[in-house]
């Protein structure tokens, strides 16, 4: 893995889950890192678990779908630091509904932090990015790609996310600046637990991804360091799968292909 030393990281919702799985893996590597979210709690064990491994780095409440927030951070990252190399936008909010039952407010909600958020990280650190020729790494999520029940709005917003993406790599690569995009499947996260909350419900799950189990947060932590490195330096646009071969199969359900 691509070493970090020197180099300055913002990763929002870096309380826990992969926000903190990837701000301890990018402190590992040498990193300062900057962790945010809207709880100051999370934050102050993160940075202590940093501090811990020797590591540098401090926490910034902020509520990413307030602009004004998100000026005050990147500033606060830029007086500290001096430059901001890696943005890792995380930080995400769903709210689950039936399409015919999905009210005005929860609709708005899922796209508050997710999609308004995400915009305001990446207009905002953008000139500094530019300035270290830097990258961002947005995470997404498999139900952007693939329907799934009670997730319109969630799906919506990382469907996005997802082209803004796109969107950013094209605009900011004169710039030097590189933008993609993971897309994790199961991972073994606080939400994720919650759907799972027994081995019964974590057996089903487990039997519809390929690689037959749920990943842990780790695994697309070390997807999010590689697309924020120099080992990923022609790579820019892409949307990585982290799924465990979720995306790639076309289940045909108990079809027998034998011959009769």
């Not at 709880?39 to 779908?65: K, S, Y």
């Not at 329907?147 to 319109?152: K, R």
């Not at 490195?229 to 979720?246: E, N, W």
Request: with cysteine.
């Amino acid at each position: 893995m691509t070493n970090y030393k020197n180099k300055v990281a913002l990763v929002s919702g870096g309380g826990t889950g992969i926000g903190e799985a990837t701000a301890l893996l990018l402190a590992r590597l040498g990193a300062k890192v900057v962790v945010c979210g809207r709880r100051q709690e999370p934050l102050t064990q993160v940075v202590e678990q940093i501090t811990n491994i020797g590591g540098e780095a401090f926490a910034h409440t902020c509520d990413i779908a307030a602009e004004e927030q998100v000026k005050t951070l990147i500033s606060t990252v830029i007086q500290h630091y001096g430059q901001l190399d890696l943005l890792v936008n995380n930080a995400t909010l769903l709210e689950a509904s039936l399409i015919d039952q999905h009210s005005t407010q929860v609709w708005h909600k899922n796209f508050s932090v997710t999609v308004d958020g995400t915009l305001f990280m990446m207009r905002e650190a953008y000139p500094h990015l530019a300035k270290a020729k830097g990258a961002v790494v947005n995470v997404s999520s498999v139900v952007a790609e693939r329907g799934t029940p009670y997730m319109t709005g969630y799906a919506a917003a990382k469907g996005a996310v997802n082209a803004m993406t796109r969107n950013a790599a094209i605009e900011w690569a004169a710039a030097g600046v590189r933008v993609n995009a993971v897309v994790p499947g199961a991972i073994l996260t606080e939400p994720t637990k919650a759907v799972v909350p027994d081995e019964g419900s974590k057996k089903y799950v487990e039997s519809l991804i390929p690689m037959q189990r749920i990943g842990d947060p780790e695994e697309v932590a070390k997807a999010i360091a590689f697309l924020g490195s120099s080992a990923a330096s022609y790579i820019t646009g892409v949307l990585l799968p982290v799924d465990g071969g979720r995306q790639s199969e076309l289940s045909m359900g108990a079809v027998s292909m034998e011959e009769s």
